[in-house]
């Protein structure tokens, strides 16, 4: 008995295990805990509080999950606690909010980080104080686990979007009370009102036009913060209408409406004065700036609205300035206007990179000013050609590869990396970065090329003399003075000038004044090749001296010019506006994934071939023929040939014409020869070396350096957009509230949009189907009219396997053979497979599921009817879709219980509760979504869907979803919930169509027609090599690949 008690009282102090069945439960507990006064509340404090409540050590995930856990929490907790004492300190009618506005926005704007908070608090002036408390324990968490909230990589993002919440929010609400104070005057709350709502209309057409840039520039941006703080509000309004004035074109719109409004008689308290300057600051600040890093050769710009047109003229000093400057990069915190070209003179082989929200291709500026320019130059009037040139005027900007000097390859184009949200009048901006001509052969002269650059050959006339013939004793014919006294030592002269000892492979140890025989070969300085050889006896002379050209030289690589935008979906580029042309034959980049479209610049053509050239001279003064042979025989002097030397050890046959100089002695037993062929005008794109020199591609810019810009690009028009939002509310209605909550629900949605935004920007291009260009012979007139816009065709979506349809029994739908593409698998691979979008792997994922998910439950809700009349209704099919729900393991318990419930239901009110619990099964993330729910997400989206299954070798038609409709979508059912996205292969319809009946049959007859289909190849005379890898597709021998 004491015992059984002694048990009792042990088992009773053991605590019950809590269950926390997801994150929420987590969540709570941390809070719960955190909020308690415990002496640590650090990361492994929490872990041992979780542990502590289910009663038993974590694992190594369930570890992971937790540190995310209270990572968020304390995030939440300490925004929560911040904006609260924001919201009550804004709130506080009795402070003067002019007198604090103008430090509380400096300080804000001055944190990005929670380092930089937790030393604005420690400063004795700091107003950050009265929105931020600095003895709050959640911040002092943050500050103490350094390791935790700063140095973990996968933390980032969260911490950052909660600092970016955090300002965001204090500087609406410090904007909000001052507006508010503002539209509170009694005398002159509305006037005030249409006031603001003007200036907000004003500074955005300032920002955005050119001519008031200029003004801007000159007057207010062209200072420094400081003098601009002493500028009054009223003077910088006095100022604005000024500029609106002076600048024509911006008063002819709506626009001079708004400046009449900013001309109106007004009462100026310190508070609107304020407000004015500080509206101003926040739209005109910062001023662009132009600088050279000197480590990286970069020019870097940054400003709020950057226009090249602007900033060209130092552009163009700091690259004469700084030769050595690979890349330029222009960050426009708004804008960018490219209004004006790069030329190739200047920008050959440049990088350049654009990070900004927009851009704007001002094509009608930078026809303005050229043509103004032309004026100015000719003193001209102009021209109808001019005149003509407006209706298809493109800003240019050429970053293409130099052409490369003789002997050497043509330079590589430029790299071209523009990240933004929108491009307006993209169609008006042809960027061309291709590779330069690669270098022309030459052979010889010493090395030396002609002014001009081009390819370089041998004149006969100076090749005898340099070359004269050695072949020639000592009496006879050169006593007339046709050939030198001593040829041999003006030949050796020559080498050893064109072949110093150390470029040679042969001879090296000979010398001007050696006189026995020789054979001395090796590469020039100018890149050919030389070989002479000399032979004698007592009646024999043999010279052979053969001059290989320098290497024609490979063309430069096109440069990658990528485009990103950084707004996806709905806003992205196709639907928003369009995208640049590429090159000379105005091409339109190729998307290569989801808001991302790359092109490749044309790679420049091969150098033009120089022939190279020969002599042979063998005289034998024992022979008949010895004084008809004094001249020797020259190759390749008078047309281009592509020569070779050829050795034997055995004395070559004599040929019909060439019976003396076919052929040169070399020593007992070798013998050497020259063989040409012409070069025929296909060979003239071709190096008529064995060897050329690769062209070296461009580096890429650092994706980095450019991504670092983009969070505070978004940053600055997300608190643009908020401004002019805000500025443009009518305040009498809408008062301040306290929407913390509100603010803090809002956190999730932040965290993933700036997680998409960094991902995206960070993560390397994957060069998926990227055509590379040769620069055709012809160049076509650049007409942006004829532009087609392929830009809608993902090309990234590779198949993954190619199967015929089974048409044996006749499926109505009319394809013939599918192709198999990389689908997201898993519960929801169905919703992936119709409505997925390819991410930057390939494959086709669908990023809102839940959304899908909501629409069938909604469905089902609001078609739910009484058990008697489901068959009849007219209002909605779930019984058919229920008898469609196959008895697959996952489901089949579910599945089986509702159908009989539904069948045995005889309560009207029960049924609309047998279906909310089917509803809310559908909801659940993690049960599959079949045929059932297939059919209704296509009769709520208006298409059809072909459903096939596989028979491992071909697919079968199985069903049609929702027919008649014009919208046609394929799936491929593996069963239990899995699904593939399959798309038609029509290229193969007309093969497949005619042995549709053959195709399927048993193997023989498979291999009569793969017989059939062999042997024409065989009778042509088709390559062996291609025909050895066709024969291992023969159906005899097994199964074969599916391409």
């Given at each position: 008995?004491k015992?059984?008690?002694k048990?009792?009282t042990?088992s009773?102090?053991?605590?019950?295990?809590?269950s926390l069945?997801?994150s929420?439960?987590v969540?709570?507990?941390i809070?719960?805990?955190?909020?308690l006064?415990?002496?640590?509340?650090?990361?492994?404090?929490a872990?041992?509080?979780?542990?502590s409540?289910?009663?038993?050590?974590?694992?190594?995930?369930?570890?992971?999950?937790v540190e995310?856990?209270?990572?968020k929490?304390v995030?939440?907790?300490?925004?929560?606690k911040?904006l609260?004492?924001?919201?009550d300190?804004?709130n506080?009618e009795?402070?003067d909010?002019?007198?604090?506005?103008?430090?509380?926005?400096?300080?804000l704007?001055?944190?990005?980080?929670?380092?930089?908070?937790?030393?604005?608090?420690?400063?004795?002036?700091?107003q950050?104080t009265n929105?931020?408390?600095t003895?709050c324990?959640?911040?002092?968490?943050i500050?103490d686990?350094?390791?935790?909230f700063?140095n973990?990589?996968?933390f980032?993002?969260?911490?950052?979007?909660?600092?970016?919440?955090?300002?965001?929010?204090?500087?609406?609400?410090?904007?909000?009370?001052?507006?508010d104070?503002v539209?509170k005057?009694?005398?002159?709350?509305?006037?005030?009102?249409?006031f603001i709502v003007a200036l907000?209309e004003?500074l955005?057409?300032?920002?955005?036009d050119v001519?008031?840039?200029n003004?801007?520039e000159?007057?207010?941006?062209?200072?420094d913060v400081k003098n601009?703080?002493?500028?009054?509000g009223?003077?910088l309004?006095?100022k604005l209408?000024e500029?609106f004035?002076?600048?024509?074109?911006?008063?002819?719109?709506?626009?001079s409406?708004?400046?009449?409004k900013?001309?109106s008689?007004?009462?100026?308290?310190r508070?609107?004065?304020?407000l004015?300057?500080?509206?101003?600051?926040?739209?005109?600040l910062?001023?662009t700036?132009?600088?050279v890093?000197y480590?990286?050769?970069?020019?870097l710009?940054?400003?709020?609205?950057?226009?090249?047109?602007k900033?060209i003229?130092?552009?163009?000093?700091?690259?004469?300035?700084?030769?050595e400057?690979?890349?330029?990069?222009?960050?426009?915190l708004?804008?960018v206007?490219?209004d004006?070209?790069?030329?190739?003179?200047?920008?050959h082989?440049?990088?350049?990179g654009?990070?900004?929200d927009?851009?704007?291709?001002d094509?009608?500026?930078?026809r303005?000013?050229?043509?103004?320019?032309?004026q100015?130059?000719e003193e001209t009037t102009e021209?109808?050609?001019?005149n003509?040139?407006?209706?298809?005027f493109?800003?240019?900007?050429?970053?293409s590869?130099k052409?490369?000097?003789p002997g050497?390859p043509?330079k590589?184009?430029?790299?071209?990396?523009?990240?933004?949200?929108?491009m307006?009048?993209?169609?008006?901006?042809?960027?061309?970065?291709?590779?330069?001509?690669?270098?022309?052969?030459?052979?010889?002269?010493?090395?030396?090329?002609?002014?001009d650059?081009?390819?370089n050959k041998?004149s006969k006339?100076?090749f005898?003399?340099?070359?004269?013939?050695m072949?020639m004793?000592?009496?006879?014919?050169?006593?007339?003075g046709?050939?030198?006294?001593?040829?041999?030592k003006?030949?050796l002269?020559t080498?050893n000038?064109l072949?110093?000892?150390?470029?040679?492979e042969s001879?090296k140890?000979?010398?001007?004044?050696?006189?026995?025989?020789?054979?001395i070969?090796?590469?020039?300085?100018?890149?050919?090749?030389?070989?002479?050889?000399?032979?004698?006896?007592?009646t024999k002379r043999h010279?052979?001296?053969f001059?290989?050209?320098?290497?024609?030289?490979?063309?430069g690589s096109?440069g990658?010019i990528?485009?990103?935008?950084m707004?996806?979906g709905?806003?992205?580029?196709?639907?928003q506006s369009g995208?640049?042309?590429?090159?000379?034959?105005n091409?339109?980049?190729?998307?290569?994934r989801m808001g991302?479209?790359?092109?490749i610049?044309?790679?420049?053509v091969?150098?033009?071939?120089v022939g190279?050239?020969?002599f042979?001279?063998?005289l034998d003064?024992?022979?008949?023929s010895?004084?008809q042979?004094l001249t020797?025989h020259y190759i390749g002097?008078?047309?281009d040939?592509?020569?070779?030397m050829k050795?034997?050890?055995?004395?070559?046959?004599?040929?019909?014409?060439?019976a003396d100089?076919?052929y040169v002695?070399?020593?007992?037993?070798e013998?050497?020869?020259?063989d040409y062929?012409s070069?025929?005008p296909?060979?003239?794109v071709k190096?008529?070396?064995?060897?050329v020199e690769?062209a070296?591609k461009k580096?890429?810019?650092v994706?980095q350096?450019?991504?670092?810009?983009v969070?505070?690009v978004?940053e600055?028009?997300?608190?643009t957009?908020?401004?002019?939002?805000?500025?443009?509310?009518?305040?009498?209605e809408?008062r301040?509230?306290?929407?913390?909550?509100?603010?803090?629900?809002?956190?999730?949605?932040?965290?993933?949009?700036?997680?998409?935004?960094?991902?995206q920007?960070?993560?390397?291009?994957e060069?998926v189907?990227s055509?590379?260009?040769?620069?055709?012979?012809?160049k076509k007139k650049?007409?942006?009219k004829?532009v087609?816009?392929?830009?809608?065709s993902l090309?990234g979506g590779?198949?993954v396997?190619r199967?015929?349809?089974?048409f044996?029994q006749?499926p109505p739908?009319?394809?013939?053979?599918?192709?198999?593409?990389p689908t997201?698998?898993?519960?929801d691979?169905?919703?992936?497979?119709?409505?997925?979008?390819?991410?930057s792997n390939?494959s086709?994922?669908c990023?809102n599921?839940k959304?899908?998910?909501?629409?069938?439950?909604t469905?089902?809700r609001?078609?739910?009817?009484?058990?008697?009349?489901?068959?009849?209704?007219?209002?909605?099919?779930?019984?058919?879709?229920?008898?469609?729900?196959?008895?697959?393991?996952?489901?089949?318990?579910?599945?089986?219980q509702?159908k009989l419930r539904?069948?045995?239901?005889?309560?009207?009110?029960?049924c609309?509760?047998?279906?909310?619990e089917?509803?809310k099964?559908?909801?659940t993330?993690?049960?599959?979504?079949?045929?059932?729910?297939?059919e209704m997400?296509?009769?709520?989206?208006r298409?059809?869907i072909?459903?096939?299954?596989?028979?491992?070798?071909s697919f079968?038609?199985?069903?049609?979803?929702?027919?008649?409709t014009?919208n046609?979508?394929?799936?491929?059912?593996?069963?239990?919930?899995e699904?593939?996205?399959?798309?038609?292969?029509?290229?193969?319809?007309?093969?497949?169509?005619?042995?549709?009946?053959?195709?399927?049959?048993?193997?023989?007859?498979?291999s009569n027609?793969?017989?059939?289909f062999?042997?024409?190849?065989?009778?042509?005379?088709?390559n062996?090599?291609v025909?050895t890898s066709?024969k291992k597709?023969?159906p005899?021998?097994?199964?074969?690949p599916?391409?």
């Open positions: 008995m015992t059984d008690e048990n009792s042990e009773s102090n053991v605590p019950t295990p809590k069945n997801n929420d439960d969540i709570e507990e809070r719960s805990w955190i909020q006064d415990v002496k640590s509340k650090f990361l492994e404090d872990v041992k509080f979780i542990e409540v289910v009663v038993r050590h974590l694992s190594s995930l369930e570890n992971t999950v995310r856990l209270y990572v929490v995030l939440e907790m300490w925004l929560r911040s609260g004492k924001t919201v300190y804004l506080d009795t402070i909010i002019s007198v604090e506005m103008p430090t509380l926005l400096k300080e704007n001055s944190i990005n980080s929670f380092e930089d908070i937790g030393l604005k608090l420690n400063e004795t002036t700091c950050l929105l931020c408390d003895g324990q959640y911040l002092k968490l500050l686990q350094v390791d935790l700063k973990t990589p996968r980032s993002v969260l911490v950052d979007s909660y600092i970016k919440q955090f300002k965001a929010s204090c500087i609406d609400k410090v904007f909000s009370r001052c507006l104070d539209a005057d009694h005398m002159n709350g509305k006037r005030n009102w249409q907000n004003v955005q057409v300032a920002t955005e001519a008031m840039q003004v801007l000159e007057i207010f941006t062209g200072k601009f703080d002493d500028v009054s009223q003077e309004i006095n209408v500029i004035s002076s600048c024509s074109d911006a008063t002819k719109n709506e626009s409406d708004w400046v009449n900013l001309k008689e007004k009462e100026w308290t508070k609107l004065q304020v004015v300057k500080e509206t101003c600051k926040a739209f005109l910062p001023k700036t132009i600088e890093d480590g990286r050769k970069v020019i710009i940054k400003g709020v609205s950057v226009f090249v047109s900033m003229a130092e552009m163009k000093q700091l690259k004469d300035n700084y030769p400057v690979q890349e330029i990069q222009i960050v426009g708004s804008s206007h490219v004006w070209h790069l030329e190739n003179e200047t920008w082989g440049t990088n350049v654009i990070v900004t927009k851009i704007f291709v094509y009608k500026v930078c303005i000013a050229q043509t103004y320019n032309a100015e130059k021209s109808k050609e001019a003509h040139f407006v209706d298809d493109c800003v240019c900007w050429d970053v590869g052409n490369g000097e050497h043509g590589s184009g430029g790299n071209v990396t523009i990240i933004c949200n929108e307006i009048d993209a169609e008006r901006w042809q960027i061309i970065s291709d590779g330069g001509k690669g270098g022309d052969g030459q052979n010889g002269t010493n090395g030396k090329s002609k002014p650059k081009k390819a041998w006339e100076y005898n003399q340099l070359f004269p013939s072949s004793f000592e009496t006879g014919e050169q006593a007339d046709k050939f030198p006294a001593d040829a041999v003006i030949v002269t080498l000038d072949l110093p000892v150390g470029t040679r001879g140890d000979i010398r001007p004044g050696y006189r026995g025989n020789f054979f070969e090796g590469t020039a300085k100018d890149g050919s090749t030389i070989s002479v050889s000399f032979y004698q006896s007592k010279t052979l001296i001059c290989q050209g320098s290497n024609v030289e490979q063309g096109g990658t990528v485009f990103e935008f707004t996806e709905k806003n992205s580029i196709a639907t995208v640049p042309v590429i090159g000379k034959e091409r339109q980049p190729r998307a290569v991302v479209y790359e092109a610049g044309s790679d420049g091969m150098g033009t071939p190279d050239v020969g042979i001279h063998r003064t024992s022979e008949p010895a004084n042979n020797g002097f008078e047309n040939v592509s020569l070779r050795f034997t050890r055995t004395k070559p046959a004599r040929q019909p014409n060439n100089n076919y002695k070399l020593k007992k037993g013998y050497a020869s020259i062929r070069l025929s296909s060979d003239q190096s008529i070396r064995s060897t690769n070296t580096k890429a810019i994706r350096s450019l991504a670092q810009h969070v505070r978004d600055r028009r997300q608190m957009q908020c401004l002019q939002t805000r500025l443009s509310t009518n305040w009498e809408e301040m509230t306290n929407n913390v909550d509100f603010l803090v629900s809002q956190m999730e949605d932040k965290e993933t949009q700036l997680n998409q935004l960094t991902s920007c960070s993560r390397g291009l060069n189907a055509t590379r260009f040769v620069k055709p012979a012809l650049l007409d942006v004829s087609s816009d392929t830009s809608r090309v590779q198949s396997g199967r015929p349809v089974d044996r006749k739908v009319d394809v013939r053979c599918l192709d198999m593409l997201m698998s898993g519960v691979s169905a919703v992936h497979s119709i409505f997925g979008e390819m991410n390939g086709y994922v990023n599921v959304m899908f998910r909501q629409h069938v439950a469905f089902i609001q078609n739910a009817t009484d058990p008697g009349t489901l068959e009849t209704s007219n209002q909605s099919e779930l019984a058919k879709f229920i008898r469609k729900k196959e008895n697959h393991v996952k489901v089949s318990a579910f599945v089986k509702f539904v069948q045995k239901s005889d309560a009207p009110s029960e609309p509760k047998l279906f909310e089917y509803a099964f559908v909801e993330p993690s049960n599959s979504l079949e045929s059932a729910e297939l997400l296509a009769i709520i989206h298409m059809s072909h459903v096939y299954n596989d028979q491992l070798s079968k038609y199985k069903e049609t979803l929702n027919p008649d014009e046609k979508h394929y799936i491929l059912d593996y069963g239990n919930g699904w593939q996205r399959v798309e038609p292969y029509i290229m193969v319809n007309n093969f497949c169509e005619k042995i549709d009946g053959d195709l399927f049959e048993y193997q023989p007859i498979q027609y793969f017989r059939k062999l042997d024409p190849l065989e009778k042509h005379g088709a062996q090599q025909i066709m597709l023969n005899e021998n097994g199964d074969t599916d391409k």
